[in-house]
């Protein structure tokens, strides 16, 4: 993956770690592209366009939880309920994440022992959480393509896991089954 011209440098919340915020082009940002049979739920096929991807969080929700919460489906809500039942906690009056002062989703916490963020519902999380920094886009009934969202810091790291078929299968899958399941 070619990164473009540089956007945007600036300070993390964490030690001070310089971050820069690379552009790219949206081409470049197509990872892979799949079909899923609607019947079984599994991928029929996949064609990846980039191998060299690799992610890792770095838990430092720079960008991710930074910008307040996601849109929420049935589903997510159904998720949250189980990990806080009280939603008045985490929802306001129009159903939505709360977000707090500084514009971060309510559900971020900071983990001032290990010096890092945390989501306080992880295994409860929305399904755009799930996803983040990748985002599928739906060409038709069953096929979709994988996208990257380029402002991630966890992107290429040389420890991050490798993605192909099966980071996308075990990472991913559900996420868009969710998606698929209901529109947003």
Do not use: W
């Not at 060299?52 to 919460?69: P, S, V, Y």
């Not at 060409?139 to 994988?146: D, G, K, P, Q």
């Amino acid at each position: 993956m070619k990164a473009g011209k540089s956007l945007l440098t600036f300070l993390s919340p964490i030690e001070s770690e310089e971050y820069t915020v690379t552009r790219m082009d949206s081409a470049e940002g197509k990872i892979a592209e799949l079909t899923l049979n609607p019947e079984t739920k599994k991928v029929e096929k996949l064609k990846l366009h980039q191998s060299n991807i690799r992610f890792k969080c770095q838990r430092c929700a720079t960008f991710c939880c930074r910008l307040g919460g996601p849109k929420l489906s049935e589903k997510d809500l159904q998720r949250l309920r189980q990990a806080r039942p009280k939603t008045s906690e985490f929802l306001d009056a129009y159903g939505n994440l709360r977000n707090n002062e500084d514009g971060s989703c309510v559900l971020l916490k900071f983990d001032v022992k290990n010096n890092v963020y945390e989501c306080s519902v992880y295994d409860f999380r929305p399904t755009l959480c799930r996803l983040y920094p990748f985002r599928f886009e739906k060409l038709s009934r069953s096929s979709y393509t994988l996208k990257l969202i380029p402002c991630c810091n966890g992107l290429n790291k040389e420890d991050g896991e490798l993605v192909n078929e099966n980071f996308i299968a075990d990472h991913l899958l559900d996420a868009l089954l969710d998606l698929n399941a209901k529109a947003y």
